[in-house]
């Protein structure tokens, strides 16, 4: 079985331009949630998109944005880039079962680099 | 404040040795995550625990929920090079696993 893909493992943009990163998750999981790791904030939750709608949201502005698509990949677009943004950014793919707690696997992210 | 403290930040052992991480959650939590990560890379999932006092063990690394279910603590037993990297407790507060908040992490280091 397929583990999370994200595509592509790496990128250089220049500030002021726009990034969409894509993440497919195991197959059958529903959720994909998207996280921000850098070293100084570590390991922060982006959101959350469930069945083709955003369900979870964490505290960034509204420059970051996703969406998931019928077949549950899903892709995440920061705009105005800023060197701040540089990060690995990492999603995570969960089967989401009702009332149950589920495992989340996490793909090996991309690393984003704004210069 | 940090809603999940993770202790100790960095963690220098021999081979051979046993070792053990902390996590501790102001709130009581749905499930507690164990994740394993090697520099720049994803995260490699260890164990995930869901009840109050529950224990998993899964080669040489068992992790513990306590009673309360807001302290877990992981243990690597005759630590080994391959179990170098960090290592990261998440917290799950929706019952999803989709929302995930993560400790700060400890850094392992394994020397022969």
């Known amino acids: 079985k397929a583990g999370v893909t994200q595509t592509p493992r790496y990128l250089i943009k220049t500030r002021g331009q726009q990034v969409t990163l894509s993440c497919s998750p195991i197959s059958g999981h529903r959720s994909v949630s998207w996280y921000q790791q850098t070293p100084g904030q570590g390991l922060q939750f982006l959101f959350e998109?469930?069945?083709?709608?955003?369900?979870n949201k964490g505290n960034f502005p509204g420059r970051f944005s996703g969406r998931q698509f019928s077949n549950s990949r899903s892709e995440m677009n920061v705009s105005t880039l800023e060197l701040g943004d540089s990060a690995l950014y990492l999603c995570?793919?969960?089967?989401?079962?009702?009332?149950?707690?589920?495992?989340?696997?996490f793909g090996q992210g991309t690393r984003l680099t704004v210069v | 404040s940090q809603e999940l403290e993770q202790s100790p930040q960095s963690l220098i052992v021999q081979e051979g040795k046993n070792l053990t991480i902390n996590c501790t959650s102001s709130k009581t939590l749905y499930g507690l995550y164990w994740y394993k990560q090697k520099y720049g890379e994803g995260l490699i999932f260890l164990m995930m625990?869901?009840?109050?006092?529950e224990e998993k063990s899964h080669e040489k690394i068992t992790a513990k929920l306590d009673e309360k279910k807001q302290q877990s603590s992981l243990h690597i037993t005759a630590s080994q090079p391959s179990h170098a990297g960090i290592y990261l407790c998440?917290?799950?507060?929706?019952?999803?696993?989709?929302?995930?908040?993560f400790g700060t992490g400890t850094r392992l280091q394994v020397t022969l």
């Open positions: 995570a793919s969960s089967l989401d079962r009702s009332n149950m707690n589920t495992e989340a696997f």
């Open positions: 998109y469930f069945s083709e709608t955003q369900r």
């Open positions: 625990l869901q009840k109050g006092g």
């Open positions: 998440g917290a799950d507060k929706t019952g999803t696993a989709s929302k995930l908040t």
